[in-house]
């Protein structure tokens, strides 16, 4: 091959070429996502950043001008006082009851309806599915009122049973998800477990849920993070303080010393450390679920 300029190149040398501006295009292209995912981290990191940092400020370090990151002193015994004005042990105690309930709920019910929509033959199936996903696009407002009378009539008003009888019941968007998942899963492994004589519920237990763990690994994170943060419904149906989750604790101690940020920040911290401890910690089985069952942001 000879070029523009009368110099001879070899075919090999015009492939290394083309190889290295390739190679080149590729590290620009890795090192601008990387750029960007950093730059959208520290986006979204700088709130828990900002709010570790103020709950250990003294107080005449909160409204600084420019603002300091870095406490000095750093105040520790924040996190002390604030137990001293708030029974942070007992909301907590009830906000891991109602989300441990609301995850084994939503786990059980999910996948055996999930199970019938995606591995059972029967008239009228894929109707009752679209019925099923049409509930998903109704406001919660909208049933509100109609589900509060139902509990008040059942003398269930000031109790936790309100907080997580939903979830033994059934969840579109969480059946919707399982099912995707499910509907992966050969039909032969299916068809040679009934030949050996294993019957619906059976096959189940023993072969479906093994095969959607990821699936129910992610179900069990959505359901834990919607259910640790739940605001509205402990709000609606809770009176007690005692029986007060996080959420709603937050707001009381809001207003009683709304003037204490520092005290405010501290238990806001500690109440988002377990959710993020337990994302960092699953965040493999969570990605896995996503993928696998189709799910996209």
């Not at 834990?224 to 604790?249: H, R």
Request: aromatic share 16%; net charge positive.
């Amino acid at each position: 091959m000879i070029s523009t300029e009368g110099v001879l190149i070899m075919p090999s040398q015009v492939t290394v070429d083309w190889k290295i501006r390739k190679r080149r295009r590729e590290m620009l292209a890795q090192l601008f996502a990387h750029l960007v995912l950093i730059a959208g981290a520290v986006i979204f990191a700088f709130p828990f950043v900002w709010l570790v940092s103020t709950s250990l400020k003294p107080d005449d370090q909160l409204f600084l001008f420019p603002p300091t990151f870095i406490p000095r002193p750093v105040r520790w015994d924040n996190y002390t006082r604030m137990l001293q004005y708030l029974p942070f042990f007992q909301f907590l105690k009830n906000t891991l009851y109602v989300t441990v309930l609301n995850v084994i709920g939503t786990l059980l019910s999910c996948s055996l309806v999930a199970y019938g929509f995606a591995r059972l033959r029967f008239p009228g199936r894929d109707i009752l599915f679209l019925v099923l996903l049409s509930t998903m696009m109704l406001p919660p407002q909208v049933t509100m009122v109609p589900v509060y009378l139902i509990f008040k009539r059942l003398g269930w008003v000031d109790t936790f049973k309100p907080l997580y009888i939903n979830s033994f019941f059934g969840i579109p968007f969480f059946i919707f998800l399982l099912r995707q998942f499910m509907t992966t899963i050969p039909y032969e492994i299916e068809d040679s477990a009934k030949i050996d004589g294993c019957g619906y519920l059976r096959l189940y237990g023993t072969i479906i849920l093994p095969l959607i763990k990821p699936a129910l690994a992610t179900v069990a994170i959505f359901r834990a993070m919607n259910s640790w943060n739940d605001f509205l419904t402990p709000l609606i149906y809770l009176n007690s303080v005692n029986k007060m989750t996080l959420a709603l604790g937050l707001r009381l101690f809001q207003n009683m010393y709304g003037g204490e940020w520092s005290l405010m920040m501290a238990a806001s911290t500690l109440m988002t450390l377990p959710i993020i401890v337990l994302f960092f910690f699953s965040q493999r089985q969570f990605i896995q679920g996503i993928t696998l069952t189709g799910l996209k942001g």
